[in-house]
């Protein structure tokens, strides 16, 4: 009964040991130097930036305003059957 109890012991203790490095490197995330920029803030960091004054200083383009044409008309007329495309 106790070899037993020590067996389930050292089973236990084994889990918390640190494993052995590999030749490989690191073997897990938790040996991470720096984390790592997710992809909007590096997009962010590596867009082109504003360095000349006539870039600094630029505003946006005013477009002509386009007329309001409605998409569709309200009729009294009573309806008809759209013709068949043949």
Known sequence: MRVLAILALIGAAAAFVPSQR???GATTS????H????ATKKHVDRRPKKHRMSDIVRKPVVYPE???VPEYTISDAPASPAAKPE
């Open 22 to 24: 590999s030749p490989f």
């Open 30 to 33: 938790l040996e991470a130097k």
């Open 35 to 38: 984390v790592n920029k997710k």
């Open 66 to 68: 386009t007329p309001s």
